[in-house]
Structure formats: structure tokens, C-alpha cells
């Protein structure tokens, strides 16, 4: 009987510890000694009852195919589609270049304001700096809600394992293109002061600032352009549910990440930092330590972090 469990055990071992699997598990040994026994009852000894219960098994792909058919039999109804994923990608890519171009503009604006005041055009440089800095700022703040906006659709909603494959196939796909765009801005930001030295060699060092900002914003552009797009495909992949925001995790997502614990992390969150701030206020008033009391919301984050350690398993 003691081999039969052990063979069990050994074939699951590759599945992960959900519920399903256990009760597949269960299921599968019940019968295998049952087997086993009706077995001994014809006759059979007991070596040449484990071998035929064994070899009567089916193979371990076939019982992965009847777990992963299982599963997702049982796949919640609120998943997200593949087409759904494609358009939040798609919108993605444009916030992602909105923001960008929006951080790299204020670069710009920086250089155009030292460029022209070089020139002796302060006023123009100002005039400049003003209206470039006004609309990056503009076109930042624009893509940011955008960026919330597209996570709200998609929020707390089930991400299935076809749909998690396809994305990591997005990723792997993507990978060379991030590698490109943040190589390239690495070396451009490195290079950056470059200029400041040509310009030097013919006594304009202060020319080569401009263009060390120029250098900055193409860089600092590809960068953020490339880490956005690449991050991206992790919010189909990392997580069984879609998160949009990674401190205000839905009911689905809460139960998916710490499973039991999902009520006692909920409490913590409410209760515990209102709590902090009470007693910072209270005990700043009372002893007067303003200038030091701060050191609680340090101690409170590491308290935060034991507790969380403690009361909620992931």
C-alpha cells in the first residue's frame, strides 16, 4: 500500500499544491487501492497487484492534460479576452510614448533656455523654456491619467493560462527591442558630456551644454519608451489576476495573492497606518519631540513589514 502512495505522490510532485490538484490526488489513490485490493481478493499476491495497478495507470501526460482540463473548467467568467489584452498593449505603447516624450521635452526646454542664453536671447530662452516645459508637463499629465484610465477596464479581472502564455510570448518577442532601446540610451546619457570636450577643443565649451541636453532626451527617452513597453506584458504574467494598482489590490486579486490570509491583510492595510499617524500626532503633542518623532513612521515601516511577515502568508 505504502508504494502505491509514494508512486502517487511521485507523479504530482511536478503539479502545483492547489486545491484541485489535492482532491485529483485523493481521488486517484482511493481507486488505485481499491484496485489493489480487489486485486489481493482474486488472488493475486501483492507484488503482482501493484504492478498491474501501476501499469493499468495512465501515463503522467495524459493526467496532466485531465488537471489543466479540469482547471480551467473552472476558470472564473470575468477573464480577460486576448483581444483585450492586444488593445491595452496598443494604448499602452502610446501612453508609454507620451511619457517619454513629455520627460524628454522638459530636457529639451532646459538646454533651449542655456543654448539661447549663450546667444545673449535670455528672454527668448525664457519665453522658450516656459512654453516647451508647459506643454511636456501638459502631455505628461495627460498620458498619466490615460495610463490609469486603461488599468481600471482591466482591473481585478481573471487572466487565464492561454492568455498568460501568449503574453509571455509578447515579452520574448519584445526582449531584443528593449535591449536596443535601453542599451542605446544608456550609451547616449553616458556620452552626454561628450560635447561639452568637442566644443572645448575650439574654446565654446559652454556650446556643448545645449547639445548635452539634446543627447539627455534622446536617451532618457528610449529608456523610459523601451522599460514601459517591456514592464507591460508582466501584468498578464506575474499575476493570476489583473492589478492595476499594486497598493489597492481588488477582492479577487487579494484572495488569489494570500489566499486566507486575504482578510487579515485587508484589516492591516486600513487599520494599521491611521493607527501610525494617530499615535505620531499624539505623541509629537504630548512630549513636544517634533523635531525627532518622525523616527515612528521608520519604525513603523519595519514593524509593518513583521507583522505582514507574521499574520499574512502568501
Same mark, same amino acid.
Given at each position: 500500500m505504502d508504494t502505491i502512495k509514494n508512486y502517487v505522490e511521485t507523479l504530482f510532485l511536478e503539479f502545483p499544491n492547489t486545491k484541485e490538484v489535492q482532491r485529483a490526488k485523493q481521488e486517484i489513490l482511493t481507486i488505485?487501492?481499491?484496485?489493489?485490493?480487489?486485486?489481493?481478493?482474486?488472488?493475486?499476491?501483492?507484488?503482482?497487484?501493484?504492478? &498491474?495497478?501501476?501499469?493499468? @495507470?495512465?501515463?503522467?501526460?495524459?493526467?496532466r492534460e485531465e488537471l489543466e482540463f479540469a482547471t480551467r473548467e473552472r476558470e472564473p467568467e470575468n477573464g480577460i479576452e486576448e483581444e483585450e489584452m492586444y488593445q491595452y498593449l496598443n494604448e499602452r505603447k502610446k501612453d508609454a510614448k507620451g511619457l517619454s516624450l513629455g520627460v524628454s521635452g522638459c530636457l529639451l526646454a532646459v538646454g533651449a533656455l542655456i543654448g539661447l542664453s549663450i546667444r545673449g536671447a535670455e528672454m527668448m530662452g525664457l519665453l522658450l523654456f516656459f512654453v516647451i516645459i508647459a506643454?511636456?508637463?501638459?502631455?505628461?499629465?495627460?498620458?498619466?491619467? &490615460?495610463?490609469?484610465?486603461?488599468?481600471?477596464?482591466?482591473?481585478?479581472?481573471?487572466?487565464?493560462?492561454?492568455?498568460?502564455?501568449?503574453? &509571455?510570448?509578447?515579452?520574448?518577442?519584445? &526582449?531584443?527591442?528593449?535591449?536596443?532601446?535601453?542599451? @542605446?540610451?544608456? !550609451?547616449? !546619457?553616458?556620452?552626454?558630456?561628450?560635447?561639452?570636450?568637442?566644443?572645448?577643443?575650439?574654446?565654446?565649451?559652454?556650446?556643448?551644454?545645449?547639445?548635452? @541636453?539634446?543627447?539627455?532626451?534622446?536617451?532618457? @527617452?528610449?529608456?523610459?519608451?523601451?522599460?514601459?513597453?517591456?514592464?507591460?506584458?508582466?501584468?498578464? /504574467?506575474?499575476?493570476?489576476?489583473? /492589478?492595476?494598482?499594486?497598493?489597492?489590490?481588488?477582492?479577487?486579486?487579494?484572495?488569489?495573492?494570500?489566499?486566507?490570509?486575504?482578510?487579515?491583510?485587508?484589516?492591516?492595510?486600513?487599520?494599521?497606518w491611521p493607527t501610525i499617524v494617530l499615535i505620531y500626532f499624539g505623541w509629537s503633542y504630548l512630549t513636544h519631540s517634533w523635531g525627532f518623532s518622525w523616527i515612528i513612521f521608520v519604525m513603523a515601516g519595519i514593524f509593518y513589514s513583521v507583522l505582514e511577515a507574521i499574520f499574512v502568508k502568501k
Open positions: 488505485m487501492e481499491d484496485h489493489y485490493l480487489a486485486l489481493l481478493d482474486e488472488g493475486k499476491s501483492e507484488h503482482e497487484a501493484i504492478g &498491474q495497478v501501476i501499469s493499468e @495507470f495512465g501515463s503522467v501526460d495524459e493526467l506643454i511636456s508637463v501638459g502631455i505628461i499629465i495627460y498620458n498619466g491619467m &490615460q495610463f490609469s484610465k486603461n488599468n481600471v477596464v482591466l482591473n481585478d479581472r481573471y487572466i487565464s493560462v492561454d492568455l498568460n502564455k501568449e503574453a &509571455q510570448k509578447l515579452k520574448q518577442g519584445y &526582449q531584443k527591442s528593449f535591449q536596443v532601446s535601453l542599451v @542605446f540610451g544608456i !550609451c547616449l !546619457c553616458v556620452l552626454s558630456v561628450s560635447p561639452i570636450f568637442f566644443f572645448q577643443m575650439f574654446t565654446y565649451a559652454e556650446y556643448g551644454i545645449p547639445v548635452m @541636453f539634446f543627447f539627455l532626451a534622446i536617451g532618457v @527617452f528610449l529608456i523610459i519608451y523601451g522599460s514601459i513597453n517591456y514592464g507591460s506584458f508582466d501584468k498578464f /504574467i506575474k499575476e493570476k489576476y489583473f /492589478i492595476a494598482d499594486e497598493d489597492k489590490l481588488g477582492p479577487n486579486a487579494m484572495q488569489a495573492k494570500y489566499g486566507e490570509s486575504a482578510r487579515t491583510k485587508h484589516l492591516l492595510e486600513r487599520v494599521y
